[in-house]
C-alpha cells in the first residue's frame, strides 16, 4: 500500500513552467508503475504521462509530448512531473497514480492508489 501527495501546481501564463511532485510514503515507489492524470470541470479524468517502475520507460499523451517530461525518483520516493511550454488546455486538477507491480499503463481503471490532486491554472 502507498499513500501520495502531490503539490506543485498553481496560476501561471501561457508559456510557463511547473513542476509537480508526488510525495509517496508507504511501500518504496520501485514496486510501482506511475502516472499522472487530470481532469477538468466536467470532464472525465485523462491520462497525461505514464513512468515504468524503474524509472527507465516512458510514455506521453500526444496532447503533451515533447512539452512535458515525467520522472520518478525512488530513493526519495517521489515522482514528478515537469511541464513547459503550458498551454490554456492543459488547465485542470493533476493527480498522482500508482500500480503495484505493474508497468506502464495509459487506463486510469487500472490504477489502484491515487492522489488528492493539485490544481494548475493557466491563463492566457
Known amino acids: 500500500q502507498v499513500q501520495l501527495v502531490e503539490s506543485g501546481g498553481g496560476l501561471v501564463q501561457a508559456g510557463d513552467s511547473l513542476r509537480l511532485s508526488c510525495a509517496a510514503s508507504g511501500r518504496a515507489l520501485s514496486y510501482y508503475a506511475m502516472a499522472w492524470f487530470r481532469q477538468a470541470p466536467g470532464n472525465k479524468r485523462e491520462f497525461v504521462a505514464t513512468?515504468?517502475?524503474?524509472?527507465?520507460?516512458?510514455y506521453y499523451a500526444d496532447s503533451v509530448k515533447g512539452r512535458f517530461t515525467i520522472s520518478k525518483d525512488n530513493a526519495k520516493n517521489t515522482m514528478y512531473l515537469q511541464m513547459n511550454s503550458l498551454k490554456p488546455e492543459d488547465t485542470a486538477v493533476y493527480y498522482c497514480a500508482a500500480a503495484f507491480n505493474s508497468d506502464i499503463k495509459m487506463v486510469a481503471n487500472l490504477y489502484e492508489y491515487w492522489g488528492q490532486g493539485t490544481q494548475v491554472t493557466v491563463s492566457s
Open positions: 513512468v515504468s517502475r524503474s524509472g527507465g520507460s516512458t
